[in-house]
């Protein structure tokens, strides 16, 4: 019986765990260390904008249909444009988060809240041969391979119990997804940012982010504007709907867009470079107040000084809701993502896979549910002794992996890739993986043998396998 755990609950674990359910492995567990699932997708809610749409109907070709429909189940608003953005899907941040957790027990998986994990005990093994005597390529420098590689026997972990962390317990497992996302932890953004400002991680509350290869003493790569800058801010606040005036509430909620002009003085062009997202850093987002409509009011700008918003009509009396502090700065992230292959296996660790922003700077819930279903079923795979899927270049979610790990080895660190926007949307298009027709991507993804991969059973699979005494 397999046993497989998935650490991080944002986006990208939640679909690596439904990965696992759906390809049959027995038990999966999922460990969250805050008292909710999504992580940062609790404050995000755009989907469907540009190529994401694309990539969504991809992976409901290829099995995976369980996120998106979360998402249309609580949208506020569908078909929305905004600068730079096409036919975007709204989700109601204050919805989808039990919604998808419903979703998730319902498949069986082990739900862990409030248990982080602080520790792994790990074994040696030697390097396959074909993985002996290669490079990495970290922060522009190759690092040798190791000729052994670690495996992980079990985690450690600790249960919030009120004020108390009460632990360390610990669980054995045969497969690993580490999906535990770059956000902080606090002495991250005090160091690359402007200090806590109390985002929805909460680490205050329950702990910061602790990497799971970086436990296992896997080299980890930073991202960032440039090696003199790193880190990114992440490129957006949520305003209190109800504090704005009432004609931006009745435009957002009818359309679920309001793009107020600021006044010259007020335009702040370099806080763009520093941006997590990249495809929102046009110069339309310094030269107006963007708001979209997610259940808050979702502010297009990594932070925004409260009292020079407070001058401009309409916000007289603007509250911030994410973070808490957003007239100060905003959460940090990309500062640990783990060498992987294509398979999203971590280098140097024999058992453990990565999905979300740890699999490399690809920017976004759509992406962090690729990245996590292929790391998740590819756990599966594992476990299970079957040989791993590669997602072909023919697709965008199967271009787009491979594309980043390109980049990365050239130096592409620095830039965020995204099927929303900026370097890889403008990939999708002169390559002609921007489809915009449901029937084309279907019929594609069946061409490719792969329509609903994600939803077999992988157990008869191996049983075959064994009987063909493979
Ligand atoms: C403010 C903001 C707005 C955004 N808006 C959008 C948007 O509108 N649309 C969009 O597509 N993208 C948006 N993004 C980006 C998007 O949210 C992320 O790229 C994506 O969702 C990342 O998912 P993830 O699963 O990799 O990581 P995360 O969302 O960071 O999730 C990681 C989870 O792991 C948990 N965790 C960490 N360490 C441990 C541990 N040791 N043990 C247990 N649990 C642990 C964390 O608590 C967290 O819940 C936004 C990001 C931010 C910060």
């Known amino acids: 019986m397999a046993r497989v755990v998935v650490v991080g609950g944002g986006w990208s674990g939640v679909s690596a765990a439904i990965a ?91 739900v862990h809240m409030m248990s982080r994990v602080t520790d792994v005990i790990l074994e040696e093994v030697p390097a396959p041969p074909s ?23 079990a985690v450690q972990y600790y249960e919030k119990h009120g004020a108390d ?21 606090q002495s991250e953004c005090a160091r690359y940012g402007n200090g806590c400002v109390m985002c929805v991680i909460r ?20 991202g960032g504007a440039n090696p003199e800058s790193l880190g990114s801010f992440s490129g957006s606040c949520k305003l209190i709907k109800e504090s704005l005036a009432p004609w931006i509430v009745e435009e957002l909620d009818r359309t679920g867009v309001c793009i107020v ?39 297009m700008t990594s932070y925004f000084p409260l009292e020079k918003l407070r001058r401009i009509p309409g916000f007289e009396n603007a509250r911030y809701d994410d973070p808490y502090s957003g007239g100060i700065g905003n959460s940090v992230r990309y500062l640990a993502i783990s060498p992987r292959d294509n398979y999203l296996r971590v280098g140097g660790v024999e058992n453990l896979f990565c999905g979300g922003e740890k699999a490399g700077p690809l920017v976004g819930h759509t992406e962090a549910i690729v990245t996590g279903t292929l790391a998740g079923h590819n756990a599966a795979r594992y476990a299970l002794g079957l040989p791993l899927l590669e997602l072909p270049r023919q697709l965008a979610v199967g271009d787009a992996i491979a594309f980043v790990n390109e980049q990365i080895r050239e130096g592409g660190l620095f830039k965020k890739y995204t099927f929303s926007g900026a370097t890889y949307f403008d990939r999708m298009v002169a390559t002609g993986l921007y489809i ?27 049983e075959s396998l064994l009987l063909a005494g493979d």
């Open 20 to 110: 696992l359910a759906k390809a049959g492995v027995e038990e999966v567990h999922l460990f969250e260390k805050t008292d909710q699932l999504l992580g940062t997708g609790l404050v995000g809610g755009i989907m469907r904008n540009n190529g994401r749409w694309t990539a969504a109907e991809e992976m409901i070709a290829l099995g995976m249909g369980e996120p998106f429909e979360a998402v249309d189940a609580c949208a506020r608003h569908k078909d929305v444009n905004f600068p730079g953005h096409e036919h975007a899907t709204l989700y109601d941040v204050t919805r989808i988060e039990p919604y998808v957790r419903r979703i998730v027990e319902q498949y069986g998986v082990q």
């Open 131 to 153: 993985e002996r005597g290669g490079f990495w390529t970290l922060l522009g420098q190759r690092v040798p391979k190791p000729a052994k590689n670690k495996r992980i026997r």
């Open 165 to 185: 962390f009460r632990g360390p317990y610990t669980l054995e497992a045969d497969v690993f997804v580490e999906t535990t996302g770059t956000v902080g932890p």
């Open 203 to 222: 680490c205050p509350t329950f702990g910061g982010r602790v990497s799971i290869a970086g436990l296992c003493g896997v080299p980890e790569m930073i």
């Open 261 to 299: 002009p600021l006044p010259d003085e007020m335009i702040d062009r370099e806080k763009l470079k520093k941006k997590a997202c990249q495809q929102y850093a046009g110069k339309e987002f310094a030269e107006n107040i963007v708001l979209l409509d997610t259940g808050h009011a979702k502010l």
């Open 436 to 462: 915009m027709d449901r029937d084309m991507i279907r019929a594609k993804v069946e061409s490719l043998g792969l329509t609903g991969v994600f939803a077999r059973r992988l157990v008869p699979a191996r």
